[in-house]
């Protein structure tokens, strides 16, 4: 059953702290994507990769927010340090190619900063 | 702001009813998805429509899609209490192939 695997489900931390949230994507899906939600916002676009390579991270803030992808098979965003109005479901999503494909979602990383 | 913007913002109906929710956009696309969240949980892909494509199906789902109006329908028919949550539409902008996603339906259905 091939799926999207966050992990941490859920975290709190206390603000000033790094938090790092990892994400599997599907084997062989070469797109990746990390999103916002908040009840504010809606789902917001924060940064995207394509084959490993980043092509699109303007939807972040840069001085703390960070995305990489080591590996094909993991993908981290990382945000230090942590500040309350980070607190949000944070989603990956992976897809094949990009093109008129569906995105696969994960179940999301429930941040709680306090 | 956002590409996509659903309406109505929420929807409340009895089961056995039919349930539409409208997409709106403002750039050229090259597709248009739909898909569902229950609450906690992650998204799930319902269906996706081309830009030359202007309607599709999927059991009890029946989707438009009108470019020259920028504008999309989510029909669910014979609608069951299991199919309350939230619908988004995503659209890819000026045809990135990125998936932008509007603020979503709320729907229940109530038994």
């Known amino acids: 059953d091939a799926r999207v695997t966050q992990t941490p489900r859920h975290k709190v931390t206390e603000m000033g702290q790094e938090v790092t949230m990892r994400c599997q994507p599907i084997?062989?899906?070469?797109?990746v994507f990390w999103y916002r939600q908040t009840m504010m916002q809606g789902l917001e676009l924060l940064a995207y990769?394509?084959?490993?390579?980043?092509?699109?991270d303007s939807g972040m803030p840069k001085d703390r927010f960070s995305a990489e992808m080591p590996d094909a098979t993991l993908a981290t965003l990382k945000i230090q340090p942590s500040e309350p109005r980070d607190s949000a479901v944070y989603f990956c999503?992976?897809?094949?190619?990009?093109?008129?494909?569906?995105?696969?979602f994960g179940q999301g990383t429930r941040l709680t900063v306090v | 702001s956002q590409q996509g913007e659903e309406d109505p913002q929420a929807l409340s109906i009895q089961e056995g009813e039919n349930a539409t929710m409208n997409c709106s956009y403002k750039?050229?696309?090259?597709?248009l998805q739909w898909y569902r969240q229950n609450s906690g949980r992650g998204l799930v892909h319902l269906i996706l429509?081309?830009?030359?494509?202007r309607e599709k199906h999927s059991g009890r789902l029946r989707v438009t899609l009108d470019t020259s109006k920028k504008s999309s329908s989510l029909l669910i028919t014979a609608s069951r209490a299991a199919d309350t949550a939230s619908y988004f539409c995503?659209?890819?902008?000026?045809?990135?192939?990125?998936?932008?996603f509007g603020r979503g339906t709320s729907l229940i259905v109530h038994p």
């Open positions: 995503a659209t890819d902008p000026g045809g990135s192939y990125i998936p932008t």
């Open positions: 999503a992976s897809s094949l190619e990009g093109q008129n494909t569906e995105a696969f």
């Open positions: 750039t050229s696309i090259n597709n």
């Open positions: 429509i081309r830009s030359n494509e």
């Open positions: 990769f394509r084959n490993r390579a980043p092509l699109d």
């Open positions: 084997l062989g899906h070469n797109t």
